[in-house]
């Protein structure tokens, strides 16, 4: 039963598919404190483009060897290679007739989205003979993943509750809900890079990790955090809501959870209950609202 359970579980996180289900959560975030019912439209195109997405950057870095990799992650991927290869195609085309259900401004979004999530993991440079991506360019991996989950979860929702539902959010309000939750998203893309701190260090990547060291990294984390609840204050013009206790919450005990992660944690720490937090964010939201 237990080695059933764990199989299930490994399915579920290097599957991807739990990384795709947090950025439905993070979609229905963006709902919920705009204050309109979800449309299903986005969301499937969030789930549909993270899984592709995701499941695609593996793929063109395939280790010439999976089987002995040191990530559980990439051993588990290769051992299903077909399956994910199968299951990578059919998300990627389900998002053409997404797209046809989009408003135009959300269209144009998502064209840009395509093209920066395609160039973080597409060989589109040549350096002393290795093909690298945008994301071997220094300091710009945490920002490349950071601002494509910002500009998916935030605006695409935004701008289709605009078209769709005729709501008005003010430009003000989005720009800070976008400000936020940017600086919320970084500070959980931080640990990943400490976690790879000595991979990325040979590979010569100027990670924040690699550039400044490992406790200033941990440290640079609760700075963006509590960016992130200051911004939280300012959107609901320092009103102490239930929404804001609740994102509040989920911020200070994201930045234990960070505060816990070391090099020497294994996979399960970072891609579920670091990750997790993204998923959480909405259910603390909602239960906060009915308490």
């Not at 935030?154 to 701008?159: G, K, M, Q, S």
């Not at 430009?171 to 976690?195: C, G, H, M, Y």
Request: glycine share 6%.
């Amino acid at each position: 039963m237990k080695k059933f359970i764990r199989a299930g579980f490994d399915a579920l996180l290097f599957s991807n598919v739990f990384m795709a289900l947090c950025a439905v959560a993070q979609g229905l975030v963006t709902f919920h404190i705009i204050g309109v019912k979800p449309i299903f439209s986005v969301l499937a195109l969030l789930f549909a483009s993270t899984l592709g997405l995701y499941n695609f950057c593996i793929l063109i870095i395939r280790p010439k060897e999976p089987q002995k990799s040191s990530y559980r992650r990439i051993r588990w991927f290769f051992g299903y290679h077909r399956l994910m290869v199968t299951i990578t195609i059919a998300a990627l085309l389900s998002l053409i007739p997404l797209f046809f259900l989009l408003a135009n401004s959300s269209k144009l979004l998502l064209i840009g989205l395509a093209a920066l999530s395609f160039g973080y993991g597409l060989p589109l440079f040549t350096k002393k003979g290795q093909k690298s991506g945008l994301r071997n360019v220094p300091g710009l991996k945490p920002i490349l993943i950071t601002l494509v989950w910002t500009l998916s979860c935030v605006l695409l929702p935004i701008f289709e509750a605009q078209d769709s539902l005729h709501i008005i959010v003010p430009e003000s309000n989005i720009w800070i809900i976008f400000s936020k939750r940017f600086l919320f998203i970084a500070a959980l893309t931080v640990p990943f890079d400490i976690r790879d701190l000595f991979q990325d260090r040979i590979a010569g990547l100027k990670t924040i990790p690699v550039a400044f060291g490992e406790q200033r990294a941990y440290w640079f984390c609760q700075l963006l955090l509590a960016g992130h609840i200051m911004l939280l204050l300012l959107l609901w013009n320092y009103r102490l809501t239930s929404d804001f206790f609740a994102l509040a919450f989920v911020a200070v005990l994201t930045g234990w959870l960070i505060f816990k992660s070391t090099w020497k944690r294994d996979e399960y720490y970072y891609f579920f209950y670091l990750d997790g937090v993204l998923i959480l964010q909405y259910i603390v939201l909602v239960l906060f609202k009915l308490f």
